[in-house]
């Protein structure tokens, strides 16, 4: 009997490698993180690059040209965390800027993913299918409590779905949605405090009836 047992360790260092590590696509993975507006989700990116800089991978943040806030070479959290961006028109821009490298990037970051163009969702898959791990962020709802943009299809794609929540300015709990408190009606409208705020279910409904009661 010890000998069967004995035998039966003896065969774990053949399965030591995979198929998936001769391929090399053993990092290539999809991470969303959503939430409404100052949920954090800027501030987790930036920690999950940081991390991934500390494991010494080559890591590149983009950003949409949409987002005008703060610094145009740089993705900056509400906290003032900031990281170098680039600033790219399309999702076409991303491949043009990792076939444009010397180097393999294998970690990418994409923040204000929501303001990207309808080829996102596919592009993103081509890179994590590369083997390239891709973390995502952006807002799940527009200010209409809308699903927005290509988050839908980001968020059935992705591996991990990270949701996080900010702190309702009425009643201090958990936030789910962006109240526009100033601006017009398009759906996007850049801006910070002046503009929105986070709600929870109640009071963005509460919210909601008041100004259809105007
Ligand atoms: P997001 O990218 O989701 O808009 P950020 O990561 O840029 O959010 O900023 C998150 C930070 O915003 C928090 O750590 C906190 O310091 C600040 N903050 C300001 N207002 C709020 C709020 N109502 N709820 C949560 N955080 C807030
Ligand atoms: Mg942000």
New binding site residues.
């Given amino acids: 009997m010890p000998e069967v047992i004995s035998s039966t360790i003896m065969m774990v260092p053949h399965e030591e490698h995979s198929p998936l590590q001769h391929t090399g696509l053993g990092e290539g993975r999809l991470e969303i993180i959503c939430?409404?507006?100052?949920?954090?989700?800027?501030?987790?990116l930036l920690r999950r690059v940081r991390r991934a800089q500390i494991a010494h991978q080559p890591t590149v943040i983009f950003k949409p040209a949409t987002d005008t806030r703060y610094n145009k070479e740089a993705v900056t959290?509400?906290?003032a965390n900031a990281l170098p961006s680039v600033t790219v028109a399309n999702s076409a821009e991303i491949l043009n800027y990792l076939s444009s490298q010397a180097r393999p990037i294998t970690v990418i970051a994409i923040d204000e993913v929501q303001f990207f163009d309808d080829a996102l969702p596919a592009t993103c898959m081509r890179l994590a299918d590369q083997g390239i791990r891709v973390i995502a962020?952006g807002l799940d709802l527009d200010f209409t409590a809308k699903p927005f943009g290509c988050m839908p299809e980001l968020l059935c794609l992705a591996e991990e779905v990270t949701k996080?929540h900010?702190?309702?300015?009425e009643t201090g709990r958990p936030?789910h949605f962006s109240h526009r408190i100033a601006g017009g009606e398009n759906t996007v409208e850049i801006g910070e405090?002046d503009r929105y705020?986070?709600l929870t279910r109640q009071a963005f409904v509460a919210a909601r009836n008041e100004e259809n009661k105007q």
């Fill in positions: 939430g409404p507006m100052f949920s954090g989700k800027t501030e987790e959290s509400h906290d962020a996080l900010a702190v309702c300015m936030a405090k705020i986070p």
